[in-house]
T-cell receptor
Framework: DVKVTQSSRYLVKRTGEKVFLECVQD?????MFWYRQDPGLGLRLIYF???????EKGDIPEGYSVSREKKERFSLILESASTNQTSMYLC??????????????FGEGSRLTVL | GNSVTQMEGPVTLSEEAFLTINCTYT??????LFWYVQYPGEGLQLLLK?????DKGSNKGFEATYRKETTSFHLEKGSVQVSDSAVYFC????????????FGTGTRLLVSP
């Protein structure tokens, strides 16, 4: 069974802290994505990666960075967390850019609260 | 730019009622269209898709038809169950550029017994 695993379901951090969100997929997918989900705004793309060490900005990259050192792992980094980054973060992967069939496989999400 | 507009929720129904969740889109070219579902406490999963005009996607009793003339992809189910309670997202993938998925804001469905 295909699986995307996000390391933490719930995190509470303080303003200014550095935050790492980890995502691992076991499907040998080339593409990986980080979204944030907020009520009334749906899903917004932060960053995506179509290959190891490659990354592309999404629609809302400000305040975030990413790392993809291995094909199966895609990390989202908040260098200095702020309260407006309190959100649900969703990782996804797919076979081709946008998905050959359009199907993204999602993790269960990481709910981050920044105090 | 590309965008997806969904009806606002929550949609509240009794079990066995008929469901429609409206979705319209704006896109250049010939996008592919999708419905994703998010059950409580879980990530999103693909429910159904359609890749060209007049295609009908279907799964688990849900259906949606790609209507190019009205730029719509409305989700329907003839008889909902309590277990269908979830958030439903309409999405499109452009046929040009990086082909990223663009999601609507989501519609929460609540089904009571």
């Amino acid at each position: 069974d295909v699986k995307v695993t996000q390391s933490s379901r719930y995190l509470v951090k303080r303003t200014g802290e550095k935050v790492f969100l980890e995502c691992v997929q076991d499907m040998d997918h080339e593409n990986m994505f980080w979204y944030r989900q907020d009520p009334g705004l749906g899903l917004r793309l932060i960053y995506f990666s179509y290959d190891v060490k490659m990354k592309e900005k999404g629609d809302i990259p400000e305040g975030y960075s990413v790392s993809r050192e291995k094909k199966e792992r895609f990390s989202l980094i908040l260098e200095s967390a702020s309260t407006n980054q309190t959100s649900m973060y969703l990782c996804a992967s797919s076979l081709l850019l946008g998905g050959g069939t359009g199907e993204l496989f999602f993790g269960e999400g990481s709910r981050l609260t920044v105090l | 730019g590309n965008s997806v507009t969904q009806m606002e929720g929550p949609v509240t129904l009794s079990e066995e009622a008929f469901l429609t969740i409206n979705c319209t889109y704006t896109a250049t070219g010939y996008p592919s269209l999708f419905w994703y579902v998010q059950y409580p406490g879980e990530g999103l999963q693909l429910l159904l898709k359609a890749t060209k005009a007049d295609d009908k996607g279907s799964n688990k009793g849900f259906e949606a038809t790609y209507r190019k003339e009205t730029t719509s992809f409305h989700l329907e189910k003839g008889s909902v169950q309590v277990s269908d309670s979830a958030v439903y997202f309409c999405a499109l993938r452009s046929s040009t550029g990086f082909q990223k998925l663009v999601f609507g804001t989501g519609t929460r469905l609540l089904v009571s017994p």
